[in-house]
């Protein structure tokens, strides 16, 4: 059974930074391309940043080019999303994305998310 979830959201205050983690098993991590997708109230999810199995980064949302990077660490089966100078509008539920069409929200393995609440 594949299991993906995430961690890392919490409140923050607009200019500050935070780390999200994600986190799966039942799957070959490595063998994956994968993404964070978010979706802040009464918007549709978007695809924010993806990044294939050998680590190359496939696409950045213009709204966080300069600010969020992706990583990942096949060893540990564990992707990475590093945001930096946080926005009230980066205000959402962030999604972790294995094995889908980032940044189309189609298919793949989905986690249920972690907050992510700027204050301005």
């Known amino acids: 059974q594949v299991q993906v979830v995430e961690s890392g959201g919490g409140l923050v205050q607009a200019g500050g930074s935070l780390r999200l983690s994600c986190t799966t098993s039942?799957?070959?991590?490595?063998?994956?391309?994968m993404g964070w997708f978010r979706q802040a109230p009464g918007k549709e999810r978007e695809g924010v940043i993806c990044?294939?199995?050998?680590?190359?980064?496939?696409f950045y949302a213009d709204s966080v080019k300069g600010r969020f990077t992706i990583s990942r660490d096949n060893a540990k089966n564990t992707l990475y999303l590093q945001m930096n100078s946080l926005k009230p509008e980066d205000t959402a539920m962030y999604y972790c994305?294995?094995?889908?069409?980032?940044?189309?929200?189609?298919?793949?393995?989905w986690g249920q998310g972690t907050q992510v609440t700027v204050s301005s």
């Open positions: 039942g799957l070959i991590f490595g063998d994956y391309n």
């Open positions: 990044i294939k199995w050998s680590g190359v980064v496939t």
């Open positions: 994305e294995v094995g889908g069409g980032c940044p189309t929200s189609a298919g793949g393995y």
